[in-house]
């Protein structure tokens, strides 16, 4: 799997000196990898081709003689970073795509602003971000129960999940460590389409956001990225 070969930063000499079109390194690309590659792109820069697969970005030649892995691409002239700005628009999603029946939906204000979320109810980054959250106003927050980390993630999204005021049992959890305690035999069919989804969406971190344009940013990022982001969006 790539996941393995990540820390490499270059892998050299794959025995294929023929030049190749982008089909044939797809094909080439995804029996050495041994995972689907999800396309092939000329990148622009310097003959060498963008390759997706598994969620990363890495870059080989015309005729497949290395592969560069976990680079970024910096134009030189902007100083743009290219594989970031390529990161953006691979893993983003259609909002309107989202499952929104499966998550906790809280409004604030108006409630016009639109934000999607990923977590683990364990999750110490989910907790932090959870306090930034409280100060947006006008946003109406789908927050999807992930359980990645442990048995007890699972057992504490399901209480949840179960339980009859499901956004003030998150909260108080993740902001005040008041553990839910209720039942957790009812429909959770909830949970397990959502860990489901999050590997179609190889989400593999939590906190995971997305915006109304389908942006997708990994990570407790601070309030002002989010007050940012949402001013950049129509």
């Known amino acids: 799997m790539l996941k393995r070969i990540l820390p490499l930063a ?19 690309m995804e029996a050495k990898l ?22 990363n ?3 080989t030649d015309e005729k497949m003689t290395a592969i560069l892995v976990s680079g970024q691409l910096i134009d030189a002239k902007t100083m743009r970073n290219v594989t970031d700005e390529r990161m953006k628009k691979l893993t983003a999603i259609k909002f309107s795509e989202l499952p929104l029946d499966r998550a906790i939906k809280m409004v604030r204000g108006d409630g016009k602003r639109v934000l999607a979320t990923f977590e683990d109810p364990n999750c110490g980054y989910c907790k932090r971000l959870a306090k930034d959250l409280q100060k947006l ?9 992930l359980p990645i980390l442990s048995e007890d993630s699972v057992h504490k999204s399901k209480q949840i999940w179960c339980s009859t005021d499901r956004a003030k049992t998150w909260t108080e959890w993740m902001l005040e460590a008041k553990a839910p305690a209720g039942r957790e035999d009812c429909d959770v069919g909830a949970i397990t389409k959502n860990q489901e989804f999050g590997r179609k969406l190889n989400i593999t971190g939590t906190p995971t956001l997305f915006f109304a344009d389908g942006e997708r ?13 949402f001013s950049q969006i129509k």
């Open 10 to 28: 270059l892998l050299a000499m794959l025995g294929l000196n023929a030049s190749a079109d982008e089909a044939e390194i797809k094909k080439s």
């Open 34 to 55: 041994g995972t689907k590659v999800e396309s092939v792109t000329k990148s622009g820069y310097m003959g060498l081709y963008e390759v997706y697969a598994d969620g």
């Open 217 to 229: 940013v990994p990570g407790a990022v601070p309030l002002a990225r989010i007050e940012q982001k």
């Open 57 to 59: 970005i890495f870059y």
């Open 137 to 145: 106003d006008n946003v109406t927050i789908y927050t999807f129960l």
